[in-house]
């Protein structure tokens, strides 16, 4: 899969089969959609293309209101659903910086710069509640009218539901924010999981007795947030058990940086004392345990983590994968 930040690139395809969206995940309701995307694009022998933002649009319309508490929690970052959409086989993604000048383009300039001009658009397949351009004042309607004339289909599909319940971004974060794992299992057709590389930190878990791997949220804003029984792949051939903590760390520090700290519960000797850092790992957020929650000392937060500890153990001895 190829990746372009813009369409300003000599090597993007010049024409394709296209669909536009933020992808916040890449649930199963954007999974059939991509299915049907591939396959349209393997029929009318087209790369298959998506065109998504960042930031995420409501993230840019909360801060230029000055009420940055509108934007949505992230459910992943921009990592993980380039790589969810390639899972999915999309040849080529391309990232539009969402900002004022994008924001003020009325439907038709969107329909001529981007999708014609910019992304050579022949095949657009767009979900049901599809709305584009300054004001979101396009609708299919117009855009279906602007394909007959610019010489592009389009395409519409309805919305996708599990036991009758319509599949969104917005369920996804419901359930992640309530931890109900399985429900956003259920959502995504897979485990929900945060990847990236493992960074240096404090060392502070090695004080405690309790080795973690720092991994960045990019997002000041995640949509899941507490202390996990986690899976975690990349550093040996089979995936590790852990412990881990997503969030701010309230008992040591108040940056407001989210860090995605996990704990595997038996580190592999053969990696030693630095053998985690760098690599990029993957890690499953497969059972919520509680919230983060702040401790009066070090020494406090040293006895929970072992009891946070004991119970992933309890947990995942209950629940063998």
């Keep these: 899969m190829r990746v372009f930040r813009g369409f300003h ?9 296209l669909t536009i969206g933020n992808f916040d995940g890449v649930h199963r309701g954007h999974q059939a959609m991509l299915a049907l995307l591939t396959n349209e694009a393997s029929h009318r022998k087209l790369p298959s293309c998506v065109l998504t933002f960042e930031p995420h649009p409501r993230d840019f319309f909360a801060v ?19 790589g969810e959409l390639e899972r999915c086989g999309i040849a080529q993604v391309v990232v539009l910086r969402f900002d004022e000048q994008l924001a003020s383009l009325a439907p038709q300039a969107f329909i001529d710069e981007v999708l014609v001009r910019g992304l050579g658009a022949r095949y657009v397949l767009v979900g049901d509640d599809f709305r584009f351009g300054a004001r979101r004042a396009g609708d299919y309607a117009m855009l279906d009218a602007a394909g007959a004339t610019a010489g592009f289909d389009v395409a519409r599909m309805m919305s996708y539901e599990v036991h009758g319940l319509r599949v969104s971004s917005s ?31 404090r060392k502070l878990g090695r004080e405690l007795g309790f080795r973690t791997l720092n991994l960045r949220f990019q997002h000041a804003k995640p949509a899941a947030h507490g202390i996990f029984v986690v899976r975690v792949h990349g550093l040996t051939d089979a995936p590790l058990p852990g412990v881990a903590s997503l969030g701010v760390r309230p008992t040591v520090e108040d940056s ?7 704990h595997c519960l038996d580190w592999p000797a053969g ?21 983060e ?16 500890e004991a119970n992933a153990r309890r947990w995942l001895a209950a629940h063998p994968t």
């Design 9 to 17: 690139h000599p090597g993007i395809a010049r024409e394709c089969a």
């Design 64 to 82: 230029r209101a000055g009420k940055p508490e509108l934007a949505p929690a992230r459910i992943a970052n921009l990592r993980d659903k380039l």
């Design 171 to 201: 369920a996804v974060r419901e359930a992640l924010a309530v931890g109900d794992m399985e429900r956003v299992t259920s959502l995504l057709g897979r485990p929900f999981s945060i990847s990236g590389h493992v960074q240096h930190g």
């Design 256 to 262: 407001g940086r989210v860090l995605l700290e996990t």
């Design 271 to 291: 990696l030693g004392d630095e053998g985690g850092y760098g690599r990029v790992v993957r890690v499953e957020l497969l059972h919520k345990l509680h919230d």
């Design 293 to 308: 929650r702040r401790y009066e000392s070090l020494e406090a937060l040293r006895e929970a983590i072992a009891v946070d």
